[in-house]
């Protein structure tokens, strides 16, 4: 079996600006190669979970997300790092009714293991938002990381303020 790193995007691997899509706008955050790396050196598959109701909202198409997607793993691969693979979730509830891969619905993990043949237990998830380490501890993720400047609590396992926290 394998373990993965699970990432999510938006706030994570890249800063947060509201339904990013475009490549010119895209910026990664500061500390996430050497986060990558790190796991990567130690056998963890990269696998990025990602909610992008901005599709089903009209902001952006499925073909501009798969562009950006494409772009930002050949940028990892320039760097060293396998972007495993990205799942992301289309829908928002409001538009098109409940679904399975939505955080913090764990279907987008539960597909990984799958493809992956992953032991969730030994998987870690760094996520920005409670939902997505609810999501991960519903798919059996065995330590998840709340990347929050804010929060003070959480079901995570720990909370960090930076990606440099885990060098």
């Known amino acids: ?79 060293g790092i396998t972007i495993t ?10 538009i098109d009714g409940v679904c399975e891969c939505r955080k913090p619905e764990p279907g987008m993990f539960l597909e990984a293991q799958r493809d992956y043949d992953l032991d969730m237990a030994a998987s870690v998830m760094i996520g920005d938002n409670e939902r997505d380490i609810e999501a991960a501890i519903r798919a059996g993720v065995g330590m998840n990381i709340l990347l929050s400047k804010d929060a003070d609590t959480s079901k995570a396992n720990t909370i960090i303020h930076s990606l440099g926290e885990l060098l």
């Open 1 to 79: 079996m394998s373990k993965a790193l699970f990432l999510d995007r938006d706030g994570v691997v890249n800063v947060e600006k509201n339904y990013l899509h475009k490549i010119e706008d895209f910026e990664l955050l500061e500390g996430i190669i050497d986060v990558c790396r790190g796991y990567q050196e130690q056998g963890y598959l990269i696998i990025i979970v990602t909610n992008q109701s901005g599709i089903s909202r009209g902001y952006y198409t499925e073909e501009d997300f798969a562009l950006l997607s494409r772009w930002m793993v050949d940028q990892f691969k320039e760097l």
């Open 85 to 94: 693979r990205i799942y992301h979730c289309p829908h928002h509830e409001s």
